[in-house]
């Protein structure tokens, strides 16, 4: 099955840009979608299809995705930002499985 | 407003079942399809079920694949989690989350709060 890779734990300075990567084999030829859960709440998607933004959500989220890493960025981090970020994909290749990486978390300093 | 709500929850023994429900209210529910994911006590989150608009297709993730049954009513805006054989693995906060096709996939773009389900004797 599909492995998706991520750091357990970033940490950057407020107004500075944070970066979390995912990795997998071949990434780049999947779509990505990037999803943020604060302690005690439901995820929210943040960016879907690699780079694109749903509506609400702030242009200092940002992604890409290339060869066998997807990057989320966040520019001008605030304290808000602070919370769990999780890579997804879909796995057609296995029985049609969506596939979650383990996890960022995201600290503020 | 568009919404998600999960109920049926709560603490089960091993190998007892249980029937989560989710109501869907502010967008046409029959038009999207949904799907079940779970998040076991300070873990991260895990796929466990995808059910199209037509109930047509549906998928399960291996590890509950002849145990879970995804369900839905499309009169009556719900989903539903029919869980059987339930193992104290199986004890996590359950989310419902609406599903949009993009480009060939689907991304998880509404979620509602999560029922906590406990496997325990």
Known sequence: ????????????????????????????????????????????????????????????????NSGN?????????????????????????SDHHWVFGGGTKLTVL | EVQLVESGGGLVQPGGSLRLSCAASGFTFSSYSMNWVRQAPGKGLEW??????????????????????????????SLYLQ?????????AVYYCARGIAVAGTHAFDIWGQGTMVTVSS
């Open chain 1, 1 to 64: 099955s599909y492995v998706l890779t991520q750091p357990p734990s970033v940490s950057v300075a407020p107004g500075k840009t944070a970066r979390i990567t995912c990795g997998g084999n071949n990434i780049g030829s999947k779509s990505v979608h990037w999803y943020q859960q604060k302690p005690g709440q439901a995820p929210v998607l943040v960016i879907y299809y690699d780079s694109d933004r749903p509506s609400g959500i702030p242009e200092r989220f940002s992604g890409s």
């Open chain 1, 69 to 93: 890493t997807a990057t989320l960025t966040i520019s001008r981090v605030e304290a808000g930002d602070e919370a769990d970020y999780y890579c997804q994909v879909w796995d057609s290749s």
């Open chain 2, 48 to 77: 466990v079920s995808y059910i199209s608009s037509s109930s047509s297709t549906i998928y399960y993730a291996d590890s509950v694949k002849g145990r879970f049954t995804i369900s839905r009513d499309n009169a009556k805006n």
């Open chain 2, 83 to 91: 869980m059987n054989s339930l193992r104290a693995e199986d004890t």
